[in-house]
């Protein structure tokens, strides 16, 4: 079985200044790896995700995230970061191809708080 | 073009009574997920449907849930004689098919049990 672990529920942080959301996983397969952004009273956006090949990858909004299969982590990472960033980010599992259905499994969230 | 839709958006419902929520997912999106959001259990994945079939029902929590999908398109997901457990945000989510692996998800149906 799959499973996903934020670090941090919370990550507070002032305007302008870089962040990193933490993202371990566990899984005895293979998985593909994807961060989402949930902004108040709204679904879920894909920001980015990881299938294969370069293992930075870039998404929406200036976010990047880096898969480490050795440290079994996908960290998002911003440089310099906006108020309109405040939202919770959840990172989700779902096993690469054989037999899988496509399904999600998230951790449990990180509410970022970009302060002014 | 249009997104995925879910309606209604709030329903407000006493306990042991029947709810039905709907999902219209993008037009020509063969896979579409349930995905339940709740203060205690975080994002749960209930059920999957390639077109019309349900291949995997894994995350539904109990017999009272259940849902089906006509036309490869409209799906319904109903709770029967429900509970204040129940109380959650449902989310729907389409996708071009099972390994196109974006998923597009609707704004969700805020669910009370009082």
């Known amino acids: 079985a799959q499973s996903v672990t934020q670090l941090d529920s919370q990550v507070p942080v002032f305007e302008e200044a870089p962040v990193e959301l933490r993202c371990n996983y566990s899984?005895?397969?293979?998985?593909?790896l994807f961060w989402y952004v949930q902004y108040p009273n709204q679904g879920l956006q894909l920001l980015l995700k990881?299938?294969?090949?370069?293992?930075l990858v870039k998404g929406i909004n200036g976010f990047e995230a880096e898969f480490n299969k050795s440290q079994t982590s996908f960290h998002l990472r911003k440089p310099s970061v906006h108020i309109s960033d405040t939202a919770e980010y959840f990172c989700?599992?779902?096993?690469?191809?054989?037999?899988?259905?496509?399904?999600?499994?998230f951790g449990q969230g990180t509410t970022l708080q970009v302060k002014p | 073009g249009a997104g995925v839709s879910q309606s209604p958006s709030n329903k407000v419902t006493e306990k042991g009574k029947d709810v039905e929520l709907r999902c219209d997912p993008i037009?020509?999106?063969?896979?579409l997920y349930w995905y339940r959001q709740s203060l205690g259990q975080g994002l749960e994945f209930l059920i999957y449907?390639?077109?019309?079939?349900?291949?995997?029902k894994s995350g539904l929590p109990s017999d009272r849930f259940s849902a089906e999908r006509t036309g490869g398109s409209v799906s319904t997901l109903t709770i029967q004689r429900t509970q204040q457990e129940d109380s959650a945000v449902y989310l729907c989510?389409?996708?071009?098919?099972?390994?196109?692996?974006?998923?597009?998800f609707g704004p969700g149906t805020r669910l009370t049990v009082t």
């Open positions: 989510a389409s996708s071009l098919d099972q390994s196109s692996y974006e998923q597009y």
């Open positions: 449907f390639q077109g019309n079939s349900a291949p995997d």
């Open positions: 990881y299938l294969s090949g370069s293992t």
């Open positions: 899984s005895s397969v293979s998985v593909y």
């Open positions: 989700a599992v779902s096993e690469s191809p054989s037999g899988n259905t496509g399904k999600l499994i």
């Open positions: 037009s020509g999106h063969t896979a």
